[in-house]
């Protein structure tokens, strides 16, 4: 109970020194306690330089700080949710893993702060210059970034649901098959971004210049693009089905097999300098510019296969009972109930579209009758199922060669990477679990980005794979950049090579044999503390755009590995990252 008193008491001094703007008082303090996490929930910070502080694990929830300086400062895994953050100066700051959920941060200074594995979910990022900052590895959901500079950043195939970029700066950013639904773009720049397959549904994107914009296959599904500027712009495959384009300007535009049903359009500008309004009653827009018709068919239960298998000859009768048009199998989902077939109408030949979609529909349904009827006759399951037979028996065997040639060349072929903690055995026991805590949370993130095959974590190592040497070169980078910043000591090991998958028997799990992985280990093994060693093959295979540096070195084996004995020299390259990680699409 003394100790606890004395804890708290000197914790009182720290606090009251750290709000006099004694950071020394402060981290010392931190340092001789190195178990206690501190709890400054609801503190009240203002006007007050605290450049080099320790915040680290602190929580901060609800805190009120403004007007501080952390210049150099450690939020190392501190939480500080619903914290309002405005007009600080974050200069240099180790933000890594910190919790930043729901806080406000607007107008702060990030210059060369480090986020990497932060979470600012939910937060205010308001008016912030985000070019020193690389945000590929943040979860920016319902985030507000109002007025920020995210330009050149590599966002693609990113989460980006709710996020509201109002005003913002998006020029040559990467935002390729990203998931913007529900979000709010309005005014945003977006001069050279690369936008193709992103989803834009429910989102707002009025009065945004979308000027030469490739915008093949971007689903602005209900979206509400009204005068929106469309000129020279790339629409083809475009879904814009019950979007608002009204007042849009489409002067020159592709728009090859684009999407418009239910599309809303009182009135669009075809020509170059936009005064020319074209207005249009409700659903003439689609009438005339729209590309394609669906037919669905619904199912009671799932697809049998019979049915699936007939679905061809399905196409061909509808194809054959209206000359000239070209059908498509579209998809074939669940849904509530049953099975969904959608069959896409590519050439509707000299017939008028309203009229082609209803006997199209009409004589569908009738031959979907008999199909649905066809389940119970067994002597019409009994002869196709023969049929198939047949048709297995000839092409399977093939096709499972074909699948076995495939898979020697593409999964077999692997990288590997190993990795180890330097001064593990040195940790006491309360500090082993906080520190691997904390090495196996940092290490999530950054696997998960990378798409790292077959992970496999003992203790204070890791082993994993890819299917290409630059990615796993990448990874490797930025595993050395998160754990380096977080006070981790590593060395890393990684070779290229045929690698068997092969059942574990103690682990019950798959596991890894093959040459490269006893190389990828003993090259670890002989690694100096924060350098990665390759071999030639790594180096060969990887990238060479100038994005990896590498610096050839010849060292010697602590233990034997194929022909080469312990104690042999052999040649192998450190590996240094040129350039940021969204230089590699």
Not at 248 to 264: D, G, M, T
Not at 290 to 303: D, E, M, T, V
Not at 342 to 370: D, H, K, N, S, W
Request: hydrophobic share 40%.
């Amino acid at each position: 109970m003394s100790d606890i008193i004395k804890i708290e008491s000197t914790l009182d001094f720290a606090l009251h020194a750290l709000k006099r703007g004694d950071v020394g008082i402060w981290n010392a303090w931190r340092k001789k306690y190195t178990h206690v996490k501190p709890c400054l929930d609801d503190i009240n910070l203002e006007n007050i330089d605290l450049s080099g502080v320790d915040f680290s694990k602190v929580s901060l929830q609800r805190a009120t700080i403004s007007h501080c300086r952390f210049y150099d400062a450690k939020f190392i895994s501190a939480n500080l949710s619903d914290a309002d953050l405005r007009d600080c100066d974050f200069t240099k700051a180790s933000l890594i893993a910190a919790n930043f959920t729901l806080a406000n941060l607007s107008q702060s200074c990030f210059l060369y702060a480090n986020f990497l594995t932060a979470s600012v979910r939910g937060a205010t990022l308001r008016d912030i210059d985000f070019r020193s900052h690389d945000l590929s590895s943040m979860n920016l959901r319902n985030t507000d970034l109002s007025g920020s500079n995210l330009s050149k950043q590599n966002l693609s195939n990113h989460d980006l649901k709710g996020i509201v970029l109002v005003g913002a700066d998006l020029s040559d950013t990467d935002l390729r098959g990203a998931n913007l639904t529900s979000s709010n773009l309005t005014g945003a720049i977006i001069r050279g971004a690369k936008l193709d397959k992103a989803i834009f549904t429910d989102a707002v994107l009025c009065d945004v210049d979308f000027t030469k914009q490739n915008l093949q296959h971007v689903n602005f599904k209900s979206a509400d693009l009204r005068n929106s500027n469309f000129k020279e712009a790339q629409l083809s495959y475009a879904n814009l089905s019950q979007a608002n384009i009204s007042g849009s300007h489409l002067w020159r535009i592709k728009y090859k097999n684009w999407i418009l049903s239910n599309v809303e359009c009182t009135h669009a500008y075809w020509d170059k300098t936009g005064k020319e309004k074209t207005e249009y009653t409700p659903h003439e827009f689609e009438r005339i510019y729209a590309s394609s018709i669906s037919i669905r068919l619904n199912y009671p239960f799932r697809l049998t296969s019979s049915e699936i298998a007939t679905l061809p000859i399905f196409i061909d009768h509808l194809q054959a009972s209206h000359w000239g048009i070209v059908l498509r199998l579209k998809s074939i989902e669940d849904v509530a109930g049953g099975a969904e077939v959608t069959l896409i109408v590519e050439e509707m030949g000299p017939f008028a579209p309203a009229l082609l979609l209803e006997e199209l529909q009409q004589e569908a349904t009738r031959i979907q009758l008999a199909q649905i009827s066809a389940r119970t006759n067994m002597n019409v399951q009994r002869e196709l199922k023969e049929n198939i037979g047949q048709i297995k028996e000839k092409f399977w065997p093939r096709l499972l060669e074909i699948a076995a040639e495939h898979e020697h060349d593409q999964v077999r072929n692997l990288t590997i990477l190993f990795m180890d903690l330097k001064g593990f055995s040195n940790w006491t026991d309360s500090e082993r679990s906080n520190r691997l805590s904390l090495f196996r949370g940092l290490l999530k993130p950054v696997l998960k980005k990378w798409k790292a095959s077959y992970p496999n974590m003992e203790g204070d190592s890791l082993r994993i794979t890819f299917r290409n040497a630059s990615i796993g070169l990448a990874c490797a980078c930025m595993i050395r950049n998160v754990l380096t910043a977080a006070g981790f000591e590593l060395r890393i090991g990684i070779d290229l090579g045929e690698v068997m998958v092969v059942h574990n028997e103690v682990t019950d799990q798959a596991d890894l044999e093959g040459a490269a992985v006893t190389m990828a280990a003993r090259l670890e093994a002989i690694a100096e503390p924060g350098e990665i060693l390759i071999t030639d093959k790594v180096r060969h295979y990887s990238d060479n755009k100038g994005i990896f540096e590498f610096v050839t070195k010849r060292v010697k084996l602590a233990k034997s590995v194929g022909v080469k004995k312990q104690g042999d020299a052999i040649e192998c390259h450190a590996v240094n990252m040129k350039k940021s990680f969204d230089a590699l699409d």
